[in-house]
């Protein structure tokens, strides 16, 4: 058996920084990741048989906790029939039924393998369907790796500070234009100047890349107003709040409707997938009904569509999000009060679900705002508490994740790590 220093030494001589995907790295907060053996409802286990409270649920997927028994099953019992097939298979259908079903704005919906690919083959819909070929995004906003998006993006690259990446071309680049989110006045005069070149918008309705931060009031309908106003296609990048913050997604909570949607995560279950849709006209463009070409082998595959499907029934029940609502609040109350306790300038954003930590006095409602807090006392609270058990996201620009899984006791004890964290935080 490999220790996880073992293990990460191994790793860093074949895979780039050891890791698969760059937060996983702990680059920003410092020290090396764990490497997790197994996953059972609230908790981690790593190579050595330490246990952690988990906060991250696998970057927002696992929101009923890790390996429920009815996903299990409904994996082991699809994959008994094989992995993949290359043709349509049914359970595709009950997905999409299911997803046009929970999401009134889905009249159609494509499964893809990422919330990457989701938003890519968003935007060239939006393209496609408008003839128009700029696009804008948000700063501190994280829409996957595709080329467009590294511009300003949050998520690793935030954490990493390598917002515009070498490789994308210039000339792709300069398609994209950013806004600061929460600043509706900056859209007006950006819309006004070159709106009619514009073919979407693309945001988090909560951003959860640059920590978590809410949309004002007003905020999203503001855009939904002036999108139409130009012409321009509104896409909500739903891919970590589509099934988290509420059944239908942060465009129920906030009444508002995008033209597009974009969702991973939580629908794949743990398993690789991603989905797109919205409007049916703008969605009957996509190959083989219209002329924009997106395609996948191992899109719908029957068994990442069972994993899915089973937490969505997961989901579905009744009280599900006021009770993950709940436990929410009761984590957040806490923290505040052991933080102040503790005399730390601390601050927290919530919805149902999702939470933002921040060390500042201040409510954060901007990129400027995230950006601007005491980094260096988040990276040394994320090792106070991993120390304790309780595993973060190793980033300070990375929204937090609770489950249904997570007990009163899990909170509780995470409380009291966080007491003792907050309390060591200025000792050297
Ligand atoms: N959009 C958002 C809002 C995300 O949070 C993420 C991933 N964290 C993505 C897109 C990309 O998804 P994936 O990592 O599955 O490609």
């Keep these: 058996m490999n220790t996880n220093h073992e293990l990460f030494q191994r790793a860093l001589k074949n895979i780039p920084g050891g890791v698969n995907s760059p937060v996983r790295a702990f680059k920003s907060v410092g020290g090396e990741p764990f490497f997790t053996q197994r996953a059972q409802g609230a908790y981690l286990w790593d190579v050595e048989g330490k246990r952690y409270i988990d906060y991250i649920g696998s970057w927002g997927p696992m929101i009923a906790g890790h390996n429920p028994p009815s996903v299990l099953e409904a994996v082991l019992k699809t994959a008994r029939d094989g992995l993949s097939f290359g043709t349509p298979n049914p359970l595709e259908v009950t ?5 046009c079903r929970l999401v ?26 408008t003839s128009r070929e700029k696009i804008i995004k948000f700063e501190g906003c994280y829409h996957g790796h595709g080329d467009a998006f590294l511009v300003k993006a949050g998520s690793g690259a935030l954490t990493l500070g390598v917002p515009n990446s070498p490789g994308v071309p210039k000339e792709l680049a300069d398609l994209t234009l950013t806004l600061p989110y929460n600043d ?21 309705p909560i951003a959860g890349n640059m920590n978590c931060i809410l949309p004002r009031d007003g905020y999203l309908q503001g855009l939904r107003d002036l999108c139409t106003q130009h012409g321009i296609l509104l896409v909500f990048d739903e891919v970590m709040t589509g099934f988290r913050v509420a059944l239908g997604g942060a465009q129920q909570l906030y009444g508002v409707t995008p033209d597009l949607s974009t969702f991973g995560k939580i629908i794949g279950g743990g398993m690789p997938v991603g989905a797109y849709g919205g409007r049916r006209d703008i969605m009957e463009k996509i190959a083989p009904s219209g002329p924009v070409y997106q395609a996948g082998t191992l899109s719908g595959n029957p068994v990442a569509m069972a994993a899915g499907l089973a937490t969505l029934a997961l989901v579905e029940q009744p009280g599900f999000y006021d009770e993950l609502h709940r436990k929410t609040r009761l984590l957040t109350d806490g923290l505040l009060a052991v933080a102040t306790d503790a005399g730390v300038p601390f601050s927290i954003t919530r919805t149902c679900g ?49 489950s249904a899984a997570h007990d009163e006791n899990d909170i509780a004890d995470t409380l ?13």
Aim: glycine share 6%.
């Design 184 to 204: 509706l006045d900056a859209a007006k005069d950006l819309f006004a100047k070159i709106g009619d070149e514009v073919a979407c918008v693309i945001i988090e």
């Design 354 to 402: 999702m939470f933002g930590l921040f060390f500042t006095s201040e409510h954060v409602e901007t990129y400027q705002q995230a950006t601007a807090c005491d980094i260096p006392a988040f990276n040394r609270f994320f090792h106070g508490m991993l120390a304790r058990g309780v595993y973060l996201a190793p980033s300070a620009f990375e929204a937090g994740f609770i």
């Design 416 to 428: 009291t790590a966080a007491s003792s964290a907050f309390k060591n935080l200025f000792k050297v």
């Design 95 to 99: 997905m999409a039924d299911t997803l």
């Design 104 to 129: 009134p704005s889905l009249q159609m919906v494509r499964m893809v393998n990422s919330g990457t690919e989701a938003t890519m083959a968003a935007i060239r819909l939006a393209r496609g369907f």
